[in-house]
């Protein structure tokens, strides 16, 4: 089992960058492939970016942030990163880290079992 903890969300200008941090805490990080989802008010959760376990050498994006999010993974510092460039004025939705034992790397929220508390980011005019 694993611990998540999200960070770096806030307030940001429409257009503008943010990046999210998700800290994990337990053994054998690196045996995990990380998913970041988001869910705006009233609707379901949605697959955001997913990455696999050990190197993180294969990532998969949602379409509709492909080419203004990227995700990477420090192994050695137990962290997940989701780094999001040209934010789009839009409901405010909470993003959340989820992880995953094993090497399947997977856009479907209900393959993972460990889950963040969220943290939410909002997008400003």
């Known amino acids: 089992q694993v611990q998540l903890v999200e960070s770096g969300g806030g307030l940001v200008q429409a257009g503008g960058s943010l990046r999210l941090s998700c800290a994990a805490s337990?053994?054998?990080?690196?045996?995990?492939?990380m998913g970041w989802f988001r869910q705006d008010p009233g609707k379901e959760r949605e697959f955001v970016a997913a990455i696999n376990w050990r190197s993180g050498d294969s990532i998969q994006y949602a379409e509709s942030v492909k080419g203004r999010f990227t995700s990477s993974r420090d192994n050695t510092k137990n962290t997940v990163i989701l780094q999001m460039y040209s934010l789009k004025l839009e409901v405010t939705p909470i993003y959340f880290c989820a992880a995953r034992l094993g090497s399947i790397l997977t856009v479907r929220d209900v393959e993972y079992g460990n889950w963040g508390q969220g943290t939410q980011v909002t997008v400003s005019s």
């Open positions: 337990g053994r054998s990080f690196s045996s995990y492939a």
